[in-house]
């Protein structure tokens, strides 16, 4: 069965539509008032741009005409505009303190999300992919998109508010000056294509390398004592050498596409700054079209709020790619396939009565497989004993290639058995094989008579105890990681169960006891 992550499409668009859906349903209202905020904010501005027009033609001009210059109607529409400013200040203060609670709180959701998936993930995804890169997904990858919910989206919309506003102004005040002002604001959108287009690639590349060089270093960390017995301490420096390269290559890259983008974009806008005061201090001096010099100025204030929004946008491109890449990788992981559970049979305490096996709500200290059986409807119990049974199994942990051919065994209660054998030739594989970690490709297994597909996962490990290979100590006290096995388990068992296994001890003489943390 494919995963189902496999037949989503990478297409960036439906990847920002997913998250902004993701970010809608979880924040309707908080993004409902950032819209607003932001339109508020957005024609504050437009109306402060609009007032300049009206300052020179409709007060500072009258004013020079007057014998006794009357400053109070000016004295009133500047009350006004300050008032209008100060409205516009609270809105843009407020949708970005909006912004900083949906940024947090999506990334908080996100990160319990991908947590809650990832646990129920088996265990061959954690055999196929290096838990460093899976780590640089819940940090790397959760901060590129932070930084876009935080501060991309906002400025998005609200350039988009601010260009529509502008134009729409720029119209009215001289239509052919407008023109000539969107020429050059198409050069600045061919400039940005270009340049996002080049970058782009190499964003999603870094977050690959970023993965791949967190991933590399874990294992070093992990593996150091192996690192150090075998003097290869020079063999991986020079592997991360490689790696690290990959990564500044990529970045740089990305970077170098991205960082010149704003200054070209500027100097376009620059130039068209110019271009517009020549062209429309003529057809004001000229007096065509009733041009006059306030709306000159007016317009040279709308050239420059035109060509700043189109700049930031441009820039907050590459912060979006490089927050799609980290999306991509973070929706790869929510949507990856949980373990399959298709078991129904299940572990419950039982009583004997009569020589009749019957469930039990109080523990009792036995256990009992509680088994129904769909084609007669009849329920019935089977004590725990541990009987287990391989029948010509086959295995392999990828399904083109088998490991294991045609595998016949038995173990009988109380028995004990030994795996004698050379490195790989599978004694790990069948301990992993009974507690389903992997599925065989053919055969069955069979456990106090019940094929182990009909148990519950969750029940079948419960019934057996595994000693390890690797111990894993938990951050935490010594008590917490016994109580680990069983977390309802008082400190009295706590003790008992180190006392069983010879480690009360050495855990009394820590300078905690069982109050040392790791």
């Known amino acids: 069965m494919k995963n189902k992550n496999e037949n989503k499409e990478k297409n960036p668009l439906l990847l920002l539509k997913r998250l902004l859906s993701y970010i809608v349903k979880n924040y309707k209202l908080a993004c409902f008032m950032v819209v607003v905020c932001i ?19 409709n007060y500072i001009v009258p004013l020079t005409q007057m014998a006794v210059p009357d400053y109070s109607p000016l004295a009133q529409a500047l009350l006004k505009l300050v008032a209008i400013f100060a409205v516009g200040v609270l809105c843009s203060y407020g949708y970005n303190r909006i912004m900083v609670n949906v940024g947090q709180g999506t990334m908080k959701k996100l990160r319990t999300e991908m947590f809650t998936n ?3 993930l088996p265990i061959r995804y954690f055999d196929t992919h290096a838990h460093g890169d899976i780590m640089s997904i819940y940090t790397n990858d959760v901060d590129t998109l932070r930084q876009m919910i935080s501060q991309s989206i906002p400025q998005l919309i609200n350039s988009s508010i601010t260009i529509i506003g502008v134009l729409a102004s720029m119209i009215i005040l001289n239509i052919p000056l407008t023109l000539l002002t969107l020429v050059l604001v198409g050069l600045m959108l061919v400039v940005t294509k270009k340049a996002t287009g080049m970058s782009g690639k190499y964003f999603v590349k870094q977050q690959k390398n970023l993965g791949e060089v967190n991933g590399f270093i874990e294992e070093m960390m992990g593996g150091q004592k192996v690192v150090k017995v075998f003097c290869h301490e020079e063999e991986n420096m020079e592997r991360f050498d490689k790696i690290n390269e990959e990564l500044c290559d990529s970045s740089y890259n990305a ?10 974009n500027a100097q376009i806008g620059n130039i068209s700054y110019v271009i517009i005061a020549i062209a429309g201090g003529a057809l004001a001096l000229g007096g065509v079209g009733g041009f006059t010099l306030g709306g000159l100025a007016s317009f040279l204030t709308f050239n420059k709020s035109l060509n700043m929004p189109i700049n930031q946008v441009s820039m907050q491109f590459n912060s979006i790619i490089m927050a799609l890449a980290g999306g991509e990788r973070i929706f790869r ?3 990856e396939t949980p373990e399959v559970d ?15 096996i019957k469930e039990s709500e109080k523990r009792t200290g036995m256990w009992a497989w509680k088994h129904y059986h769909k084609d007669t409807g009849i329920t019935d119990y089977k004590e725990l004993k541990g009987d287990v049974v391989f ?26 058995i030994a795996f004698v054998g050379s490195t790989g030739a599978g004694k790990t ?25 009909k148990i519950k996962k969750s029940d079948l490990r419960k019934s057996l105890g595994i000693v390890l290979q690797d111990t894993h100590l938990f951050t935490g006290t010594v008590m917490e990681n ?16 180190a006392k069983l296994a010879n480690a009360d001890s050495f855990i009394t003489k820590l300078s905690d006891g069982y109050n040392a943390h790791r």
């Open 39 to 57: 339109l508020v904010s957005a024609l504050t501005t437009l109306c402060g741009t609009l007032f300049i027009q009206k300052l020179i033609d």
């Open 118 to 120: 990832m646990e129920s």
């Open 255 to 264: 970077n170098k596409f991205a960082n010149i983008l704003g200054p070209i």
């Open 333 to 335: 992981l929510l949507d």
């Open 342 to 356: 298709d078991g129904y049979v299940t572990l419950v305490n039982a009583v004997k009565d009569g020589g009749t």
């Open 391 to 416: 029948d010509d199994v086959d295995f392999g942990y990828n399904p083109d290639k088998i490991v294991l051919h045609n595998i016949k065994m038995f173990a009988e209660p109380g028995q004990k």
């Open 429 to 453: 594989t069948i301990t992993n094989l009974i507690n389903r970690f992997y599925d065989i490709q053919d055969g069955k297994i069979r456990y106090d008579g019940i094929n182990i597909n």
């Open 482 to 497: 016994i109580r680990y096995g069983k977390l309802d388990a008082t400190d009295e068992e706590v003790y008992a169960a």
